[in-house]
């Protein structure tokens, strides 16, 4: 059974940081594609940041030079480093997970990371 513990959401200043953590079991980790995504209100999912299994990196314009990917073969985990946040990065944030060769997709329950003053 495929599943992820996603950590690290919660309330931040603008300009502030915060550090996301998603770990995985039930699946053969270092030969998945792992990414996050977000969705705000009323807008649709998007592709964050995306980290390939043999370490090809890749992230959304909006928040190039900001946020850092990352991933720990040895345990398991993807993590979003967050740095000089925006209000417009609040958003509830999915770590994903992707085969090789399949079009399946797989999902975590979210995280709300909220930037407000």
């Known amino acids: 059974q495929v599943q992820f513990v996603e950590s690290g959401g919660g309330l931040v200043q603008p300009g502030g940081s915060l550090r996301l953590s998603c770990v995985a079991s039930g699946i053969f980790f270092r030969i998945f594609d792992m990414g996050w995504y977000r969705q705000a209100p009323g807008k649709q999912r998007e592709l964050v940041a995306g980290?390939?299994?043999?370490?090809?990196?890749d992230y959304a314009e909006s928040v190039k030079g900001r946020f850092t990917i990352s991933r720990n073969n040895a345990r398991n985990t993807v993590t979003l480093q967050m740095d000089s946040l925006k209000s417009e990065d609040t958003a509830v944030y999915y770590c994903?997970?992707?085969?090789?060769?399949?079009?399946?997709?797989?999902w975590g329950q979210g995280t709300q990371v909220t930037v407000s003053s």
């Open positions: 980290i390939t299994s043999d370490g090809n990196i």
């Open positions: 994903n997970a992707k085969p090789p060769r399949s079009s399946a997709n797989y």
